[in-house]
């Protein structure tokens, strides 16, 4: 084993010293990385000695330890064979790198002798360049002496050159200085010439259009001529005929000053007539007890036009107000046609209202406060007043009652607040001076709660007083000292106030909203006192489950409603009755408004009406319901004042 190293070794050695030689002629090359070292060597391992046989255990042990022997010569035998063929693989990639070694040492000796003839014949073409540079310098040498004499004789012509070139140089100048002076004084008479002859053709332009229009005036002088006995004529003719005129235009004048005059006068009898006919209608129903009924009926919406219906009028609209009814009073109901005994379509079915006012969908917002200012008016005397918007959901109650952003648009309540500041300030220089403070509420879910209050979702209870006020305790007051207050309280209640959306109204109101304005004034003598109140209510829209989709707390919200709802029509009912028993603790609404419906207060109902046709079950039920309420009863209405008797 010990051989056989040692002679690996020296192969390596005899390979290096090739290399290094052959770097020595053809430079460094690519080293070769071989393994240099040797394999352990195996021991053997004494096996121990052996027993001799005698017994049964004896031979037992003899068998133990000669498998064990057996064991270990086959571990060495493996060994020396991997050993062996470790040595073959070592001995392969060593003859391998010899013969690689050989190869490149024949290339590199081959090129040694290339290079070597090449050096030979670089050698041989440097000797014979050297022989014919010898030659060329003695030719280069004479052709220099050439030269030299050649350029002193043309430095001697250029100093010649350069002095007849500077004289020639001061003559040119002198020469340009001339031809300028003789060029700008050519241009200067070439720009006369020019502007005399466009003179020239100027005057001559002129002469012709003057002996043009003379010929011309001459002509139109002598059709003048010709012509001004004919215009004398005319002239004396026109100016009787302006005299004339002139006569009638003042009549004519005078007839349409009377007859304006005549119209303002009948214009303001009309509006006479028709403020006294409103006060004594006004006066008839407070002597009768009645609620006073208004109809309002909205536009159609643009979903709403596109909805075709065989009941409705030609506009697309189921309610129709009647020509021939000048103080507006009368509406019309188109139903779904009827069929006929031949099984075709006959005409619609209709049903004919009549209440105290009929407002269409072109009437504005100030058209139908003009109507109910006077009732407004009755709560500075110290009356109750009480305004309420009914109908089903979407038919415009919240937009009667609060209005839009614009002046055009207010609603009753911020109109309604307007006058009454109006009318204090006046009542100021009678010696009144008056306190005003506002609430509002809503009654959700049959529980009252304060719109304006900063825990808006506490319940409050409704009280009521011998004297027949009634008032909700803890309910917040916030006194007002100009009408532009209001609208700040309005848009913090709508933040607040439960709206959802439903199949029938994106922002359906989901309780009654009920605004009061408390106004107490007194004689500057204290001779008198008066304390009104303006109540407007804003109802929830009734509608139906079906239509509505109201599911889950939607659906309690509704059936509130509707509960609430169906209580006023029982009270109302019974007051249109007569009967003995009113049922007003039936519902926080109608027990809140119990001294608006049967007290001593004035009640107006705004019925809001939608004209489409999905709508004309909800609106014909709306209208049964206020044509009840105008026939209901609820006694005459008396001031809330005091006087005291004075001497002197």
Known sequence: MKQRFTTKNSAHERAAKRHVSSTAINGPRKKINLPLTRPKPIVLKPSGERKPFGTHAANNNASQSSKKLQSIESK???????????????N??????????TSELRKARIEQSLNVELLKKTQMELFEAKNSSNVSFQELQ????????????????????????????????????????????YNQMKGRN?????????????????????????NELEKVRKNESVTSKMLRETKELLKTSKNETEAEKNLLFEAKQTISQLEEEARIHEKERRYLHNTILELKGNIRVFA?????????????SDFSSPNGLTILLPPNDPERRKLKLLGPCRDTLMGDKGEPSTWEFQFDGVFGPDRKQSDLFEEI?????????????????YGQTGSGKTYTMEGGNDDESRGMIPRAVHQIFATIEAMKRTGWAFDVHATHLEVYNESVRDLLAHNSSKSLNIKHLKDGSSYVNGLSKHPLKSPNQVDVLLQKAAKVRATSATQ???????????????????????????????????LAGSERVVKSGAKGSLLKETQAINKSLAALGRVILALANNESHVPYRESKLTHLLQNSLGGTSKCLMLVNLSPAPQHQGETLCSLRFAQTVNHCDIGTAKANSRRENTIG
């Open 373 to 389: 200012s006077q009732l407004v008016q009755s709560v500075l005397d110290g009356y109750k007043v009480c305004l309420f918007a």
């Open 142 to 185: 004479k052709r220099n002496a050439e030269l030299e004499m050649l350029q002193c004789s043309l430095e001697n012509n250029l100093a010649s050159v350069v002095e007849e070139k500077s004289f020639l140089t001061n003559e040119n100048s002198k020469l340009e200085k001339k031809l300028s002076l003789q060029v700008e004084h």
């Open 296 to 308: 309002r009926v909205r536009p159609l919406l643009k979903n709403e036009v596109e909805v075709e």
């Open 194 to 218: 020019d502007s005399n002859e466009q003179k020239l053709k100027e005057t001559k332009n002129e002469l012709d259009n003057l002996r043009l229009s003379f010929e011309n005036v001459s």
């Open 504 to 538: 029938c109204n994106d922002t359906s109101s989901r309780s009654h909203s009920v605004f009061q304005l408390h106004v107490n004034g007194v004689l500057s003598n204290g001779s008198e006192e008066r304390r009104g109140c303006l109540t407007m209510v804003d």
């Open 76 to 90: 060495e035998v493996m060994l020396l064979k991997e050993e062996r063929d470790a040595i073959k693989s070592q």
């Open 92 to 101: 392969y990639d060593l003859s391998k790198a010899l013969k690689d070694e």
